[in-house]
């Protein structure tokens, strides 16, 4: 947690649950009321989904969008969480809050998701230095130092986006991919790195295999993503990534 985020939890304690916005008897250190808590493991990603990705699909196998190059430069990919319900808005807060708290909850699902695989280290994918400044947070870099006691893996900044571009929301796959190539530059030692690259949701795409692109001809010796949620094409692919 950054020492705004936790500055801010300490004078203004959050009162209300960040996914449905009731009053509740706050709980120290939840993010969430009772019942969205305990709405959480519906909307985790399925049993039957892509083993290689984690997209949802009727059986685990690979899938339209690992056979269609979705995974280009990614080993594989990881996320607890459907893009949906209190999951989405635990994001969405996290994103645009900022509220360091709705990262909790997400966290402790990412790390379980990757529990026992063998990475070196963390990268999050950078915001704009612009971006940065307007927000006060990445929000990737947020739910690493949320991981770390857990994963214990450095977390290493070693990309840098190096130019805005266009918010990622509402632009069809092409255009996704046209929009973030070439924003991203390796400022970071990953020279034979098995790479963790952090994000909040996973859509087309196109963000992680830009950054796992150049994290490989860094030398990088893989990249895999994990993301804290994925969302369905055609239906939750309205956001970032």
Not at 121 to 144: D, H, I, K, T, W
Not at 152 to 172: E, F
Not at 202 to 222: K, N, P
């Amino acid at each position: 947690m950054n020492a705004l985020g936790a500055l801010k939890d300490i004078l203004f304690p959050q009162v209300r649950c960040l996914a449905c916005d009731e009053p509740r008897d706050i709980l120290p250190g939840s993010a969430l009321c009772r019942k969205c808590e305990a709405g959480l493991p519906a909307l985790e990603v399925p049993d039957a989904a892509c083993g290689q990705c984690r997209t949802p699909g009727k059986a685990a196998q690979p899938c339209a969008y690992c056979l269609g190059g979705g995974m280009r430069g990614l080993e594989r990919a990881y996320a607890p969480y459907l893009y949906r319900g209190a999951a989405r808005q635990l994001i969405v807060r996290l994103k645009f809050g900022p509220y360091a708290l709705a990262a909790g909850p997400l966290t402790r699902a990412m790390a379980q998701a990757v529990s026992g695989q063998g990475f070196d280290a963390m990268v999050p994918v950078p915001l704009y230095a612009a971006s940065l400044r307007e927000r006060g947070v990445n929000q990737s870099r947020l739910l690493c130092e949320g991981m770390q006691p857990t994963l214990h893996l450095p977390i290493i900044d070693a990309l840098k986006k190096t130019r805005p571009n266009r918010r990622q929301s509402g632009l069809d796959a092409k255009r996704r991919a046209d929009n973030v190539r070439g924003v991203f530059a390796v400022v970071g030692y990953v020279r034979g790195l098995r790479v963790l690259l952090v994000d909040d949701v996973r859509t087309t795409g196109s963000t992680a295999r830009e950054c796992a692109r150049v994290l490989i001809e860094a030398g990088a010796a893989s990249v895999s993503l994990l993301t804290a949620a994925v969302a369905v094409r055609g239906r939750d692919n309205r956001e970032e990534g």
